[in-house]
């Protein structure tokens, strides 16, 4: 048989392309291991201090019962009070975030420019650390749950805005279309188009943000920022374990309450008259 030049060409094509991704994967997995290898070098894993450390935990979880429940009056509130900072700064968030989101969103933002801006706003607040806000806020403002407020705020309007920004470019383009070609303008074509599509998954990840900022501001007590987080410091600064497990039970118990309500709330507001549920797509905090 003669061989066909055109095949043969074609098929030291597929060859050397076969032999370039197989380098290309072999250099990817070469430097994941060796920046695996100098993040453990960092951590400075050491097993055998774990062997040693293990009795002195489980001596802890000993130390824990039976739990101390003279001040659970006290920590209640507390939680409630982180509770009630993870709500108003959700909110206060949540306003904050939608005019931002629509500006971070390609098939709103008015300008390429504008979209950079409101792109760089967010990830720098959803890039610093709620409790690096509570220094800060702590610092201005002083003590207490306003500071706490003011922190779950300024960070999660970076969260809440990249979770708007990408449920609002999964819009549907066609009713947004078809109200163009009305003569709509795209103030008219934002408030009766996209908005009530997009209202749902909207909703759904404030819920869901509500959730994170109550896990979040358990810890925002520690430095300063009010909430449950400050008994539980001073449980640990005294070593009282017997009401740590108090304080611990009552987060515990607060978060699964708050991702059940959460849970259920955004499954009432996505599901559609079918009875099937559709999850919104967005990147979580």
């Known amino acids: 048989m003669v061989p066909n030049p055109i095949i043969e060409t074609t098929l030291r094509e597929n060859d050397a392309r076969e032999v370039r991704t197989r380098i290309r994967y072999c250099l990817v997995a ?7 290898a100098i993040a453990w070098s960092f ?6 201090k774990l062997a040693v450390g293990t009795p002195i935990l489980f001596s802890f979880v000993y130390q824990m019962f039976p739990p101390d429940l003279s001040d659970l009056g006290k920590v209640v509130k507390g939680a409630g009070e982180t509770l009630s900072m993870a709500t108003i700064g959700t909110i206060f968030a949540t306003l ?7 500006l971070a969103a390609r098939n709103t933002t008015p300008s390429l420019g504008v979209y950079r801006i409101a792109r760089t706003i967010l990830n720098i607040s959803r890039s ?3 409790l690096v806000f509570a220094l800060v806020f702590v610092a201005a403002v002083g003590f207490g749950p306003f500071a706490g407020v003011l922190a779950i705020t300024f960070h999660m309007i970076g969260a809440i805005g990249k979770v708007f920004a990408e449920t609002i470019e999964t819009v549907d383009k066609g009713p947004l279309d078809a109200l163009a070609l009305t003569g709509a303008g795209k103030l008219k074509i934002i408030r009766y188009g996209l908005i009530p599509d997009a209202m749902p998954g909207l909703i759904a990840g404030a819920l869901y943000m509500w959730e994170f900022s109550v896990r979040t501001s358990t810890v925002l007590g520690i430095v300063g920022a009010g909430g449950i987080g400050q008994i539980l410091k001073d449980t640990v600064d005294l070593l009282n374990f017997n009401k740590m497990i108090t304080v611990l039970a009552v987060i515990l118990l607060m978060v699964a309450v708050i991702d059940f309500i959460s849970d259920k709330l955004r499954h ?6 079918d009875g099937s549920i559709k999850e919104p797509q967005f990147i979580q905090a």
Request: with cysteine; hydrophobic share 60%; charged share 15%.
């Open 30 to 36: 070469l430097a994941l291991s060796v920046l695996i």
């Open 128 to 130: 610093t650390e709620t």
């Open 268 to 273: 009432m507001i996505l599901e559609p008259t």
């Open 43 to 48: 951590c400075k894993i050491d097993f055998n």
């Open 96 to 102: 904050i975030a939608f005019p931002l989101a629509l």
